[in-house]
């Protein structure tokens, strides 16, 4: 068996997954695919990981997209499964219990923006350059591009990107909204670092009720996320993390969050 395509790294309570085929631009094979999924599902189940960062390997490429060589010679059948093989990764991302952080290294193309996308914070170099460019293989994005930068960016933006299929700078990315940040080249593992030490400190439990909110919350019509938000609210005074966060406030001290 070759090496693993998917490299896994802990420094305290922060979980660092790199794609790890940079001879490739960290393009996104089904093996990749799989061992990602893998990656995720153990940073979940693991109660010592409390934040997840995302990143490719190399000083090129987040990651340039889904594998183009090996799709060119699938059928509709294998497409089929690889679209959805795909889905399923970046859904099980996308309904972490704990934060990810994609930490955005250069390109992040086709898959590479869906799983960008599927994060939940967007940190970008400046030499970054993101798009959905499945139009110029005569296809379309298959992991869920059309639908999550459709509500991340709008109309406009999604069209714009899908259709024409030309890769934007970081600079527009984060005016369209479709990442939070841009630093400089030299400063994108201390800003990550920080966010994710920052995260590492929150509360564990808050923290995962406020992505259940946004991201299932989101999903429904709002009278029904409202009471979705108002359950989670509510189960929050059951947890020590929230007797510690305001007595710590009361008391003008630093909280320490044990995530019970
Ligand atoms: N799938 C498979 N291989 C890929 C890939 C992808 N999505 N993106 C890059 N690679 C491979 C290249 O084939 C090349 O492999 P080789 O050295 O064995 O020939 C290697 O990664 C380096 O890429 P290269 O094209 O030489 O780098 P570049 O700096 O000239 O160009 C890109 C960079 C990102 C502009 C270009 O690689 C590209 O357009 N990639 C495809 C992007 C895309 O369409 N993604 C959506 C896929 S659905």
Do not use: W, Y
């Amino acid at each position: 068996m070759g090496e693993s395509p998917v490299l896994i790294a802990d420094s305290g309570a922060i979980r660092r997954i790199t794609i790890q085929r940079p001879d490739k631009l960290n393009a996104l094979n089904a093996e990749t695919i799989a061992a990602l999924t893998e990656a995720f599902h153990d940073a979940d189940a693991d109660p010592s990981v409390r934040v997840v960062v995302l990143t490719g390997a190399g000083p090129k490429a987040f990651v340039a997209g889904a594998d183009i060589s090996e799709m060119a010679d699938m059928g509709a059948m294998d497409g089929r499964d690889f679209g959805l093989r795909g889905q399923a990764l970046m859904r099980t991302i996308e309904t972490l219990t704990k934060p990810v952080i994609a930490r955005i290294n250069g390109f992040a193309l086709g898959g590479g923006l869906e799983l960008a996308m599927a994060c939940h914070l967007r940190i970008a170099s400046d030499n970054a350059k993101v798009g959905q460019p499945e139009i110029n293989l005569g296809l379309i994005p298959g992991f869920g591009g059309t639908q999550r930068l459709l509500r991340l960016a709008g109309r406009a933006a999604t069209l714009e990107l899908c259709l024409l299929g030309a890769p934007i700078t970081a600079a527009r990315a984060l005016e369209l909204g479709i990442v939070n940040e841009v630093v400089a080249v030299d400063a994108l593992d201390a800003r990550v670092d920080a966010l994710a030490t920052q995260l590492s400190n929150a509360a564990p439990l808050a923290l995962r009720a406020i992505l259940e909110s946004v991201i299932h919350g989101g999903e429904c019509a709002l009278g029904e996320g409202l009471q979705f938000e108002g359950a989670q609210f509510g189960l929050m005074f059951a947890t020590a993390d929230m007797r510690e966060g305001t007595a710590a406030f009361v008391e003008k001290r630093k909280p320490s969050f044990s995530g019970r």
